[in-house]
C-alpha cells in the first residue's frame, strides 16, 4: 500500500459523514476501520492494515496485562465501515466525543492512514511538531 500524505480541510455533513480525500478513494474503497487514536485523533485504515498490526498486539500472550489493556483500548471505540458511493464514511458520536469534532475538521495523511483532527487542536499539535523538527538534525531510529 502507498503513502497518504497531504492535508485537507473537508466538514462533516450533517449527518456526521466525512467524504474521503479523492486521492485516497480508490485505496479505502472497500471496508475501512476508524479507530480513537493517541492525540485525541480518529485514524482511518484500510481494514486489512490495521488488521495486520494488531495482530503484532494480538500475538502477546493474554496474560500480558498492557497487551490486553491496549487490545481493549485500540478496539472498543473502533468502528468498520464501507464507504459510500460518494467516498463517505460515518463518524460515530463516540468517536466524534474523543476527537472534539463538530462539523470543521482537519484530515492529514500520516503514513499508511488518514487521521482527522479538530482543527485547533491539530494547530496546536502541528506547532509544537514545527517546533521540535524545523531544525531537527538528529537521527530517526526505528524500534526493533
Not at 90 to 109: C, M, N, Y
Not at 121 to 143: C, N
Request: aromatic letters at 8%; one cysteine or more; glycine letters at 4%.
Amino acid at each position: 500500500m502507498s503513502q497518504m500524505r497531504g492535508m485537507w480541510t473537508p466538514k462533516l455533513d450533517d449527518k456526521s459523514r466525512l467524504t474521503l480525500p479523492a486521492k485516497y478513494r480508490t485505496t479505502l474503497t472497500d471496508e475501512v476501520t476508524v479507530v480513537c487514536d493517541q492525540e485525541h485523533c480518529l485514524s482511518i485504515y484500510a481494514r486489512e492494515v490495521l488488521d495486520a498490526q494488531m495482530e503484532k498486539i494480538n500475538a502477546e500472550p493474554v496474560t500480558r496485562r498492557e497487551a490486553r489493556e491496549y487490545q481493549r483500548w485500540a478496539q472498543y471505540r473502533a468502528e468498520d465501515a464501507a464507504p459510500d458511493k460518494q467516498g463517505r464514511v460515518t463518524i460515530s458520536p463516540l468517536q466524534r466525543a474523543w476527537a472534539k469534532l463538530d462539523r470543521d475538521v482537519v484530515v492529514i495523511g500520516a503514513g499508511l492512514r488518514l487521521e482527522v483532527w479538530n482543527p485547533d487542536v491539530w494547530a496546536e499539535y502541528s506547532g509544537a511538531l514545527d517546533d521540535k523538527f524545523a531544525d531537527f538534525d538528529g537521527e530517526i531510529v526505528p524500534r526493533s
